[in-house]
């Protein structure tokens, strides 16, 4: 059987950061692999692309740019606000004002979305909204390990249940 649409793959993969010797960025190796279903829109349609009609056993090795997978850097999702902005009960607190650190928030629709310091100014913080995998050019390698068909349940839930989905 080979990966096509509408068919559940497991898969171990490990995923680097441009090239194979780029930096790691998340491997499944000893861990559970993934599982998805083929074709529904769950995956980076690149990604897709570079595992149709492969099947178990087949090693796979490609690149996606940055432009087909999270997209390029976004200048523009940089966004000034107020220190002021995260004080509670007029203090703002320990810790959370660090470079880099990824904070939670809730607009004014009570949407909640997450912001990254970026940098630090005096009375301002530089928030960015890209996607935290925006501008990394991808590199997967690793091999299928199952490839089958979908039951009903799965298709109509959209996930993989048992083994690399869902448990319940
Ligand atoms: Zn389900």
Redesign the pocket.
């Known amino acids: 059987m080979v990966i096509e649409d509408k068919k559940v793959v497991l898969l171990h993969y490990t995923l680097t950061q441009g090239t194979e010797e780029g930096e790691l960025i998340e491997s499944t190796e000893g861990r559970e692999p993934l599982g998805f279903i083929y074709g529904v829109g769950m995956m980076i349609p690149d990604f897709e692309a570079n595992l149709k009609g492969l099947k178990a056993g087949d090693k796979f090795a490609f690149g996606i740019k940055a432009a087909d997978a999270y997209g390029e850097y976004d200048e523009s999702a940089l966004v000034e606000v107020p220190k002021s902005m995260f004080e509670m009960e007029g203090k703002i607190p320990d810790g959370l004002l660090v470079q880099g650190n990824v904070i939670p928030l809730t607009d004014q629709q009570g949407n909640r979305f997450q912001g990254k310091v970026h940098s630090i100014q005096l009375e301002t913080v530089m928030l960015d909204f890209n996607h935290p995998m925006a501008g990394v050019d991808l590199y997967f390698t690793g091999h299928v390990e199952t490839v089958r068909d979908a039951d009903p349940?799965?298709l109509?839930?959209?996930?993989v249940?048992g083994p690399g989905?869902?448990h319940?």
């Open positions: 349940a799965e109509e839930h959209g996930h249940h989905g869902h319940h």
